[in-house]
Nanobody, 126 residues
Framework: QLRLVESGGGLVQPGGSLRLSCATS????????IGWFRQAPGKEREGVSC????????HYTDSVKGRFTVSRDNTKNTVYLQMSSLNPDDTAVYYC???????????????????WGQGTQVTVSS
């Protein structure tokens, strides 16, 4: 019943932009922080961004600061990740995840999240 479904990935040239969506169901989205993670070939799963239940607190990993923007529309049960100035190092499968505890500001590791989407592939290449 509880689901998170990512969409919006694809193939884009360096310098391009994509917007990822995380559609949720089965829980009250405005109670929970949502995180974005990515996993590139040969690398560990990496936290990219997160947004608190109210949207007032956002975090970004250093490599995406100034290029990515996370937002949420609780009325649509959807969280977004706007990505710009993409480079090949951004190539990865991107996942959204629900924080385990209600109203908890962005957990610092994947262990703070209990439900995950299936992922959407982002490939940045010429």
């Amino acid at each position: 019943q509880l689901r998170l479904v990512e969409s919006g990935g694809g193939l884009v040239q360096p310098g391009g932009s994509l917007r990822l969506s995380c559609a949720t169901s089965g829980f009250t989205l405005n109670y929970y922080t949502i995180g974005w993670f990515r996993q590139a070939p040969g690398k560990e799963r990496e936290g990219v961004s997160c947004i608190s239940s109210s949207g007032e607190i956002t975090h970004y990993t250093d490599s995406v600061k100034g290029r990515f923007t996370v937002s949420r529309d609780n009325t649509k049960n959807t969280v977004y990740l706007q990505m710009s100035s993409l480079n090949p190092d951004d190539t990865a499968v991107y996942y959204c995840a629900k924080a385990t505890m209600r109203w908890t500001p962005c957990p610092s590791s994947p262990g703070g999240y209990d439900y995950w989407g299936q992922g959407t592939q982002v490939t940045v290449s010429s």
